[in-house]
């Protein structure tokens, strides 16, 4: 069972949703830059490139090998991995979402379909 938290904000038009998984995140660790511009996390994208650049300038000016780069590199990947869904959380806060609930299911949808069932007034909120 995996389990997300559940983030809404209140607009004119309505509320939105937005449920995001506990734990590691593959993807922000294979593709990370990449991952932070598709989910619109444009601060953590301009931060993630500055260390990437950071870090590649910093190896190559005190010679490591390329087994040192590829170590620093794959470091560096592995603690964004670690981190990009609390990023997620942190740039939702800061574009004035509320944590709602942290809910488990076997999948995105079960797990939004249980908290819908847990909090039904909060189905009547949602935008269609």
Request: charged content about 20%.
């Amino acid at each position: 069972m995996r389990f997300y938290t559940a983030h809404l904000r209140h607009e004119i038009t309505g509320s939105n949703l937005l449920l995001v998984k506990e734990g590691f995140c593959w993807q922000a660790f294979i593709f990370s830059i990449l991952w932070a511009l598709w989910h619109r996390l444009w601060l953590v994208a301009l931060v993630m490139f500055a260390l990437q650049a950071v870090l590649g300038w910093g190896m190559g000016e005190m010679s490591l090998s390329p087994l040192a780069q590829s170590a620093g590199s794959f470091a560096l990947a592995l603690i964004f991995g670690i981190f990009a869904n609390d990023f997620r959380r942190w740039t939702y806060e800061r574009r004035d979402y509320r944590l709602v609930d942290v809910v488990g299911g076997g999948n995105l949808e079960d797990a939004e379909r249980r908290l819908l069932d847990e909090l039904p007034e909060l189905a009547a909120e949602l935008r269609p």
